[in-house]
């Protein structure tokens, strides 16, 4: 009996060690743990990123005339809280949902069901998930943004609203997870996009160069001077534009670590080389040196560096760099006269091609030791990835293209996307909006005050500067 006890007491005593380790092992995993300056770099990124669209509407807005400034400025503006309301009801779901077929994210994400304060680890394990899709949602706003320098004095407002919301529905949602997003094909093929080469900047520079082709030139273009209103204006957006672009490539790393300053370090390096070398190839070409050139240089430089910057060292940064300031000059100074293209504020010149340089520059340049979660390119003894970064370009500049295209075919076949001559030789600011960017804008013109049609016939005949 005594034995008897003494068994049942061994396996009482080990039921109530083992039981609780069974249980264990069977509750729920302790979701990440959430790092709070990973958190506060990722969210101070995402404000820098934000603030580049305001940097956006500044630079475009300074580089076309007195009458379309409010116009120009209004788009970008508008465009800001657009894309984030699409963002927040279904296009973070398309974008970065779980995957449909290597295709497009689900609909399990709409409204941000699901993305809360715990963190994500598919995506970013120390930072919550909704500090992550408000940093992704600034690059989708970003990006529709970039389109409108291609069409910037000539389209309809209604006609840019929908398209916009189309464009961003159709082409950057499916993009951006065939690129980042978890099971997306070119993301499991190894294409390498740190921070949007293919995914923003070929994508918006193409599609509006496709936009500009479909619509037509501007009135005057090729005979009339067009000269920018206000280039204090630009240099300011530009300015704005470099300092947020830490955010969008830094950030990028989405953690406050070495990856991180790398990116930081190889962004300000590339702007740099590619303003003085845009500036020497201008100065070389023209004879004198150029405000805009020096900003539209280092446009040029952080757009190159921006899918590599995760990727490459220092060296390789400034060779990026100065290749893509002379490459986007030449694009935007030869090719688009050579062709006759009405690319306005040359989206398509310094996104389009920079981007695609910076693609390519990639597969060049890349290295693992850099980090260790990409890969080795050309130089580093794997030439196969510039063949997947041409893959990922090719695609991105047919599927851009295409959509592109089909989108503003539908659109025209329900509403007017030009503005009519009239209203474009009277000022977007008024057709569209009722409203001038300057008190006294009528006497710098020569136009009588008043919005009738004299002044529209006067306003045209005194200037196209106006």
């Not at 302790?30 to 500044?58: N, R």
């Not at 090729?222 to 240099?235: E, I, N, R, S």
Request: aromatic letters at 12%.
């Amino acid at each position: 009996m005594k034995r008897l006890w003494t068994i049942f007491s061994m396996c009482l005593l080990l039921m109530f060690i083992l039981v609780p380790v069974v249980l264990a092992s069977d509750a729920p995993a302790e979701p990440p743990a959430i790092d709070t300056g990973d958190t506060a770099f990722v969210l101070i990124s995402a404000a820098l990123v934000m603030l580049m669209t305001p940097g956006l509407a500044l630079f475009y807005g300074g580089m076309v005339r007195t009458k379309n400034a409010l116009s120009t400025i209004m788009q970008s503006f508008f465009i800001l809280g657009l894309i984030t309301v699409q963002w927040v009801l279904f296009g973070y779901s398309l974008a970065f949902g779980p995957d449909i077929n290597h295709f497009i994210g689900s609909l399990d994400w709409v409204g941000l069901n699901g993305v809360g304060q715990e963190a994500n680890p598919d995506y970013a394990a120390t930072i919550p998930h909704q500090a992550f899709m408000v940093f992704q949602g600034m690059f989708a706003v970003i990006t529709a943004a970039l389109i409108t320098g291609a069409f910037a004095e000539r389209m309809r407002f209604p006609a840019f609203v929908v398209f916009t919301l189309a464009w961003a529905t159709f082409v950057y949602d499916p993009i951006a997870h065939w690129v980042w997003g978890v099971g997306g094909w070119m993301r499991e093929l190894g294409v390498l996009d740190f921070a949007g080469g293919t995914v923003v900047h070929i994508i918006s520079g193409v599609s509006g160069l496709v936009i500009a082709l479909m619509i037509g030139k501007r009135k005057g273009y090729g005979t009339d001077v067009m000269m920018p209103h206000h280039l204090p204006m630009t240099v300011i957006g530009a300015s704005l534009l470099w300092f947020g672009w830490f955010g969008f490539n830094a950030g990028s790393a989405l953690s406050a670590n070495g990856l991180a300053a790398s990116a930081f370090a190889v962004t300000h390096i590339a702007a740099a080389a590619a303003t003085v070398s845009w500036v020497f190839t201008e100065w070389l070409q023209h004879g004198k040196p150029t405000i805009l050139g020096a900003a539209s240089g280092c446009i040029a430089g952080l757009v190159a560096i921006t899918p590599a910057a995760g990727f490459v060292s220092p060296i390789p940064a400034l060779i990026i760099g100065l290749a893509a300031g002379v490459i986007c000059f030449l694009a935007v100074a030869v090719l688009k006269a050579k062709l006759g293209y009405d690319d306005a504020l040359d989206a398509f010149g310094v996104h389009g091609i920079g981007g695609t340089w910076g693609a390519i520059a990639t597969g060049l340049f890349a290295s693992k030791a850099v980090n260790p979660a990409g890969a080795d390119g050309l130089f580093y003894g794997n030439a196969g990835q510039v063949t997947t970064q041409l893959i990922g370009v090719g695609v991105s500049w047919v599927v851009a293209a295409v959509m592109t295209f089909i989108i503003l075919k539908v659109i025209g076949l329900f509403m007017q996307v030009r503005a009519t001559t009239d209203q474009e030789v009277q000022g977007l600011d008024i057709s569209e909006h009722g409203e001038r960017g300057y008190a006294y804008q009528d006497f710098m013109t020569g136009s009588h005050i008043g919005l009738g049609s004299s002044s529209q016939d006067s306003s045209a005949k005194k200037t196209t500067l106006a």
